[in-house]
């Protein structure tokens, strides 16, 4: 039988410990990890992607709550102009820097993807496409926005047989740190009016939550959505 542990990563942010049958230690477990959440410090965003980026064009956009946001000086944003590209997943890194050495093999399945694909379509209609217009004929789109995920760094390993003990329930800090690039551009020049990229934590950074699939996919699906309204709230 295994013992409750708690496993330190190298990342402050990350702290996290596992329960397998929950005993007297682990009650005591849990209430030092508690008292301690508040001396930690906070996950530290990974190095911008923006390198390579020409910004002599654009002007800084610091207002609003991205790490980095760009956007053409006195140029207008047409939603009904823009084309909707499905969220972009396939070159994700998953950054195992706060796992142990036999817990690495993490990465998103086939049906998670899906899923993720599936709500970000659903709510990106919902909050950026308009009405649809009275007029017969409508102009083709001349706008382009693309959404990807490029990096992953989860606090825990990840819940399957492969890496998690039966019945091992895992309690962390926010399910990871996950970073982002939206891109409005115009589809004929490829020219960016529009740049954006974050780092946020899945799941809540200040308080101590279960670390399974259920929990897990709903933090990643909110992620997304507050990424989406704050994308509307820039154009």
């Known amino acids: 039988m295994k013992s ?32 301690c959440v508040s001396c930690t410090s906070l996950y530290k965003k990974p190095l911008s ?10 002007e800084s956009c610091k207002q609003y709550n991205f790490d980095h946001c760009y956007k053409k000086p006195n140029n207008t944003i ?36 899906e899923r993720l694909t599936s709500h970000y379509k659903k709510q990106v209609n919902k909050l950026l496409t308009p009405e649809p217009s009275s007029d017969d004929q409508q102009a083709a789109p ?19 047989s492969r890496t998690r003990i039966h019945n091992e329930k895992v309690f962390t800090r926010g399910v990871g740190d996950l970073q982002m690039r939206a891109k409005i551009y115009r589809i004929d020049t ?28 709903r933090h990643f699906r909110l992620t997304l959505n507050t990424w989406i309204r704050q994308l509307k709230s820039v154009i």
Do not use: C
């Open 4 to 35: 409750p542990t708690k496993k330190i990563p190298t990342a402050k942010s990350a702290e996290a410990f596992s329960l397998v049958k929950p005993s007297l230690r682990s009650v005591a477990l849990v209430s030092a990890v508690f008292a």
């Open 190 to 217: 490829g020219e960016v009016l529009l740049y954006i990229e974050d780092t946020d934590t899945v799941g809540s950074e200040f308080y101590l939550e279960l670390n399974d699939r259920v929990n897990n996919a």
């Open 78 to 113: 047409d939603l009904s102009e823009l084309r909707i590209s499905q969220l972009s997943m396939t070159d994700i890194e998953i950054d195992n820097r706060r796992l142990e050495h036999d817990e690495e093999d993490w990465q998103f399945t086939a049906r998670e993807i």
């Open 142 to 160: 001349s706008l382009g926005l693309s959404f990807e995920l490029l990096k992953f760094i989860p606090n825990a390993p990840k819940d399957d």
């Open 49 to 58: 992607a923006t390198e390579g980026l020409d910004t002599t064009q654009l």
